[in-house]
């Protein structure tokens, strides 16, 4: 019965004017997504800021005057402030006298920590909050709560997909979107926006996961290569449109509600976006896999149904027990280290799925520790993994999916760790092979999905998707951190840390099998006629 089923798929595949209206329903959350992670970099945008002095502010005094008498400069570059400390002195004094006084009666003093702040303009979060100074990590939290939000998306929604269906899954995420991205935008607490990024991100996850899944049961052969390739084109477009709208709409909230009040469109997809007759298939719902066939290939009515499908005890039984359905959920996880092989081919995917996250976001938000301009350099981002996922379609139909997947993580490590051979003052060869080694990294986080859900069965294949992308997230959580924090110590330390990690993944894919021009598993027991992943396979291409 399901070979009966792939038979209609393939020709689904074949009917090229419903599989591109398919990859239009199912790429364009990816907009979104794109659109919301990388938002970070405009939202954070750090002003010029100075300690503020009330009493001299009251007096009517402009910044540089009380700049000039209340704020240090850099002991190493004069021409620097001290932007998070000033003098202690009695203002009140020099308001009372004015600024000339003041001027002629500057005495040495000890500085203190700021109490207040002014900025050159209040128009992102960290002014909003005063995320400066000591309370710098505070603003790393801002795409570190989306990037765990992620994490913690990818993690259920997996298993919610095994098990209660695709659209299902989609159609949860659509309605959590909905609501937190305009919620974001509106509420006051830095609590709360920090909730609002984390139900973001839980969704982002959760939507993208369920429909690249439907994408990859909807298609098959070359169609499906083809197109779920070109379904990661939706994140270019994302970045390339934030940086425009981002350049025209400044202040933080505005732009936040601009670019998250278009995630209503998803409600098109949650009514036309069909479930998947695999999925329905593997679960025994066996009638309602033909009847959704037929919705995509009306033919698909004349096939072969015989009376197992009335008798059948999963449709006739559509309501389970809660505990039943945890068990279920419980048993995806489980069911990926089932077997050697199966725990093998994770283990890898967990290393991959870390060395793509983390390398992905250190290099998109590391533009200020190689002194680009932000709105170019997240354009760039934007052309260049384009550029990425459209080469890496001819590359994937024909060559193997293991010796692209491995030469990509190969080639991003290399470039780089070899940006450590570049001084910083040439910002533009450093942007440039920066940018290069984003064009491997965008082609191994798209070509990795791919492999990904080649190499597990229908059962099981949400929530090894699932996992992967959860061990991505785990990468996109630290890097903000490693590009703050330690990119502040040496600019190159972010790009080392991903360059080494990159080369050792790069080793381990080669332990996987080949899945070019093989059939997807539907079961575990299927499990059995496909390649095991074993040491050996790194002397087979």
């Known amino acids: 019965m399901a070979d009966d089923l792939d038979q209609y798929i393939d020709s689904y595949s074949k009917q090229r004017w419903k599989v591109f209206v398919l990859l239009l329903m199912v790429g364009t959350p990816g907009i979104f997504n794109a659109i919301q992670i990388s938002s970070y970099v405009f939202l954070v945008d750090k002003p010029s800021?100075?300690?503020?002095?009330?009493?001299?502010?009251?007096?009517?005094?402009?910044?540089?005057?009380?700049?000039?008498?209340?704020t240090p400069h850099q002991k190493y570059s004069s021409n620097k402030i001290e932007e998070c400390s000033y003098y202690n002195q009695n203002y009140s004094i020099f308001a009372k006298n004015g600024y000339n006084w003041s001027m002629n009666n500057l005495e040495s003093a000890d500085s203190k920590?700021?109490?207040?702040?002014?900025?050159?303009?209040?128009?992102?979060?960290?002014?909003?909050?005063?995320?400066?100074?000591?309370?710098?990590?505070?603003k790393s939290n801002v795409h570190a709560t989306m990037a765990f939000g992620k994490f913690v998306g990818g993690l259920i929604f997996g298993s919610i997909s095994d098990v209660y269906g695709r659209k299902f899954a989609f159609n949860l995420a659509a309605f959590i979107y909905m609501f937190s991205g305009p919620f974001a935008a509106l509420i006051d607490s830095y609590v709360l926006f920090l909730i609002a990024r984390f139900l973001i991100g839980v969704a982002g996850s959760g939507i993208y996961e369920s429909s690249y899944t439907i994408l990859t049961e909807l298609t098959s052969g070359?169609?499906?290569?083809?197109?779920?390739?070109?379904?990661?084109?939706?994140?270019?477009?994302?970045?390339?449109?934030?940086?425009?709208?981002?350049y025209y709409v400044r202040p933080w909230r505005t732009l936040l509600l601009v670019l998250s009040l278009p995630i209503f469109g998803l409600l098109i997809q949650c009514w036309f976006l069909p479930e998947s007759p695999k999925w329905l298939m593997s679960q025994g719902r066996k009638k309602q896999a033909w009847l959704e066939m037929t919705k995509l290939v009306p033919t698909a009515v004349h096939a072969n149904i015989n009376n197992e499908v009335d008798q059948d005890k999963v449709e006739i039984s559509k309501i389970k027990m809660f505990n039943e359905?945890?068990?279920?959920?419980?048993?995806?996880?489980?069911?990926?280290?089932?077997?050697?092989?199966?725990?093998?081919?994770?283990?890898?995917?967990?290393?991959?799925?870390?060395?793509?996250?983390?390398?992905?976001?250190?290099?998109?938000?590391?533009?200020?520790?190689?002194?680009?301009?932000?709105?170019?350099?997240?354009?760039?981002?934007?052309?260049?993994?384009?550029?990425?996922?459209?080469?890496?379609?001819?590359?994937?139909?024909?060559?193997?999916?293991?010796?692209?997947?491995?030469?990509?993580?190969f080639a991003s490590g290399l470039l780089q760790l070899a940006l450590l051979a570049i001084p910083l003052e040439k910002a533009n060869i450093l942007l440039c092979v920066t940018l290069i080694g984003k064009f491997f990294v965008s082609a191994s986080f798209s070509a990795i999905i791919l492999y990904v859900s080649e190499l597990y069965p229908t059962t099981i294949r949400n929530t090894g998707i699932g996992i992967l992308l959860t061990f991505s997230q785990i990468g996109s959580i630290i890097a903000p951190y490693i590009v703050e924090l330690l990119g502040a110590?040496?600019?190159?330390?972010?790009?080392t840390v991903c360059g080494t990690l990159g080369i050792f993944v790069s080793s381990l894919v080669l332990m996987l099998p080949e899945t070019k021009k093989t059939v997807l598993p539907n079961t575990l027991e299927d499990m059995k006629n496909t390649n095991s992943a074993k040491l050996s396979n790194c002397f087979k291409f």
């Open 222 to 246: 070359e169609t499906r290569t083809l197109l779920c390739l070109l379904m990661n084109m939706s994140y270019p477009i994302g970045y390339v449109l934030l940086s425009i709208i981002a």
């Open 49 to 70: 800021y100075w300690c503020d002095i009330p009493d001299l502010k009251s007096a009517g005094w402009s910044d540089r005057m009380i700049i000039n008498v209340s």
């Open 113 to 138: 920590p700021c109490q207040y702040y002014s900025y050159s303009n209040r128009e992102s979060v960290v002014t909003e909050w005063n995320l400066v100074c000591d309370k710098v990590s505070m």
């Open 325 to 409: 359905k945890c068990m279920e959920i419980l048993s995806a996880y489980t069911s990926l280290f089932s077997t050697p092989d199966l725990s093998i081919k994770t283990v890898i995917s967990l290393f991959c799925g870390l060395s793509c996250g983390l390398s992905y976001y250190v290099i998109a938000l590391n533009g200020d520790n190689i002194t680009a301009d932000r709105y170019i350099y997240v354009a760039s981002n934007g052309v260049v993994e384009g550029v990425s996922y459209a080469l890496t379609v001819p590359l994937f139909l024909y060559v193997g999916r293991k010796k692209a997947v491995s030469s990509f993580f």
């Open 489 to 495: 110590k040496a600019w190159y330390i972010p790009s």
